[in-house]
């Protein structure tokens, strides 16, 4: 097949990726405007925030994943002009992750009283503690958001969560200015202030799409549907049934992320630091080949709706190649740029040599990184979520993880050998999914 027939894809796709693009770069940004104003205030505030966001963004992966399972089951049906089986898909959803959203807020409160026992120094300990909670009372708002972005976006408008997104972050800037700095007669909170405007901005953000919502009839109508549809726990179960092994594998990966942070603070709050400016970068990288990946999602679960298997394929193979371009210039950039890039985070010029070195072995892991994630989008299209579950658990955890504390321990490879377990763990993720995706590919023809 020539490259040729798949530009038509290549427009739609873009279409509608650039607006979940820009919406999933508001989500990763919370972090990095969080990151950079804090990091004015010291290198001990930027790795106790660090420290905070690796623990919390566990839990909260985990709500936003099993979310995640109403876009393709949403998008088959809404697809085959099922408007009504759409609709119970979101009413079943908003009880079933609300619930959900609870007792995750529970279980990661009750993480609050492990973090002693995580290797931490006594100066980040006690930084990263009230930011944290903040960061558990933002979870019921920040699931609620994403039960209506993942329904509106399998019906293929990604426009509002966009808007909405790129609204809040504006809101989170305006009020970590006040309580971080204490401007205008506000308290100087420094990293717990992040956390307050952390809070604000998620707040508002499911509070914002209820507004739009009621403002547009057409919008409207998709809610005043979803009201009359029946609670079914067979539903309940398929939402869940799609969503938790979405969420399990999301979080196989962020937990190797996270715990590779832990060790990371095993050697020190510089690198600890270092290790946060560097991860930053990358998942900005990272979100915009999740926002390909996630329109993805929709395009293939549109298709196969209707079981429209050629251009299923070509709409898929159309986004990995979006994505594997991007990702191999954006590696290009950051190792042509790996000593100015960190200066936007922070000016210690420890915590820049070390980001440095990071950034070189990102550079490899980027295109490994994009690869695995728009393979996971194809595949959740096809609602094929049970087998990359798996994957994932092979790939980062009997993988990545273990290489990562070999590499920097007992090779003594320090700060970057870390980094090479995420590159082998990532490497080990795309081979296989998209292995996956060639056996699916073959089945349905």
């Keep these: 097949m020539r490259f040729s027939d798949y ?6 796709n873009l279409i509608l ?5 820009l919406s999933q770069l508001g989500q990763v940004s919370v972090s990095l405007i969080d990151n950079a104003m804090v990091g004015r205030v010291g290198t001990v ?8 966001n690796n623990i919390f963004m566990i839990g909260m992966i985990f709500g936003m994943g099993i979310t995640f399972g109403l876009t393709p089951l949403t998008g088959q049906t809404y697809g085959k002009g099922e408007l009504r089986q759409a609709t119970r898909w979101l009413k079943n959803g908003i009880l079933t992750y609300q619930i959900a959203a609870v007792v995750l807020t529970l279980i990661m409160v009750g993480v609050y009283f492990l973090l002693p026992y995580l290797g931490q120094t006594d100066e980040v300990l006690q930084a990263s503690r009230p930011y944290y ?9 920040f699931i609620a958001f994403f039960t209506f972005k993942q329904f509106f976006e399998g019906i293929g408008n990604t426009r509002i969560a966009m808007k909405i997104t790129l609204t809040a972050n504006l809101i989170n800037v305006l009020f970590n200015y006040l309580f971080i700095y204490g401007k205008f007669g506000f308290p100087e909170m420094g990293l717990t202030g992040a956390g307050v405007g952390t809070f ?29 549809q029946a609670i079914r726990i067979k539903d309940i179960l398929k939402t869940l049934k799609i969503g938790i092994p979405i969420a399990l594998q999301l979080i196989v990966e962020m937990t190797s992320f996270s715990v590779g942070a832990i060790m990371m603070g095993w050697l020190g709050e510089v690198p600890l630091a270092a290790h946060q400016v560097a991860i930053g970068l990358a998942a900005t990288t990272y979100m915009i080949s999740l926002g390909i990946s996630s329109a993805a999602t929709i395009r293939v679960s549109h298709q196969f709706g209707i079981r429209d298997f050629a251009a299923m394929r070509k709409a898929a193979m ?7 371009v991007f990702m191999s210039l954006m590696g290009l950039a950051f190792v042509a740029l790996r000593h100015q890039l960190p200066y936007l985070f922070t000016i210690d010029e420890s915590v820049v040599i070390i980001a440095a070195e990071l950034l070189i072995v990102a550079a490899f892991f980027q295109v490994f990184d994009g690869l695995q994630v728009v393979m996971l989008g194809n595949l959740r299209g096809m609602a094929d979520v049970k087998m990359p579950m798996v994957i994932a658990f092979v790939a980062y955890l009997g993988i990545g993880l273990p290489a990562s504390w070999f590499f920097a321990f007992p090779l003594n490879a320090g700060p970057a050998g870390i980094w090479y377990g995420f590159l082998l763990g990532l490497g080990a993720a795309g081979i296989l999914f998209f292995r996956r995706f060639r056996r699916n590919l073959r089945y349905y023809k």
């Design 17 to 21: 990726a650039y607006p979940v693009i």
């Design 318 to 324: 159309a986004s990995s190649h979006l994505v594997l």
């Design 7 to 12: 530009f038509p894809y290549y427009k739609r």
């Design 45 to 52: 505030e930027l790795a106790a925030a660090a420290f905070a």
């Design 200 to 228: 604000i901005s998620r707040i508002s953000m499911p509070v914002l799409f209820l507004m739009v919502i009621a403002r547009n009839c057409r919008y409207k109508r998709y809610l005043v549907l979803a009201h009359h």
């Design 133 to 141: 909670l903040w960061l558990c009372a933002s979870m019921i708002p």
